[in-house]
């Protein structure tokens, strides 16, 4: 190999690395969650009742309730479950897998929203509980994405690619749904099942593979 082979590919690899750098994402993991409707907000905390907000979420508009409930199952229960706002047309329970099997209920892989079909689950605020017809469901790994970061990576609203996660344990994930939207922000969004399977923590970037 000349001297010039040799600086060719020296420029190809810092190409690479700038390209890579400038199309990576953070990786975020989602633990189990609950979003409520108005019916549900008034029956477990009064008509009425406004959730408190506490913090906000990396994706706009969306934050971290004070209020917490419990989630139950046939099998087993989780306390102390996070609520997000603002409120939804129709409640959903996000959960992972793992959660799945301690409630005794199987529930689907789901795009948030995508709820026909699924199984109910019960929630409640001390003694008081609601009994929801439908909405449990194990979220889909996904990809919140800005237009202009879209057109970055060359991706399309629901497009399916392949994402290596850059943790301890460097991982690439299957079957990651991409959501575009000017309202999102870009964020990778995987659930705690997923997290510590590639060994993430915060800050942690994942990308694209083509």
Do not use: W
């Amino acid at each position: 190999m000349n001297t010039l082979d040799s600086i060719n590919e020296i420029v190809e690899e810092v190409i690479k690395r700038i390209q890579l750098q400038n199309h990576t994402f953070e990786v975020e993991a989602s633990g189990r969650h609950v979003h409520l409707s108005r019916r549900e907000i008034d029956h477990l905390f009064g008509p009425g009742y406004q959730l408190t907000k506490v913090k906000d979420l990396s994706q706009p508009g969306q934050y971290v309730c004070k209020e917490r409930i419990t989630v139950a199952g046939p099998k087993g229960l989780f306390q102390n479950v996070v609520i997000l706002g603002p409120e939804r047309k129709e409640a959903q329970v996000e959960v992972s897998m793992t959660d799945t099997r301690i409630l005794g209920i199987n529930a689907p892989v789901r795009e948030s929203g995508k709820i026909e079909g699924t199984p109910g689950v019960t929630l409640m605020n001390g003694a008081t509980t609601v009994s929801l017809d439908r909405g449990l469901i194990v979220a889909k790994r996904h990809i919140h994405m800005t237009p202009e970061d879209a057109l970055a990576n060359n991706v399309t609203n629901g497009q399916i690619v392949q994402v290596k996660v850059l943790g301890t344990r460097p991982l690439i994930f299957d079957d990651v749904v991409i959501r575009v939207s000017p309202h999102f922000a870009t964020y990778m969004h995987i659930d705690y099942d997923e997290a510590n399977a590639c060994g993430l923590s915060k800050g942690v970037l994942g990308y694209i593979i083509k």
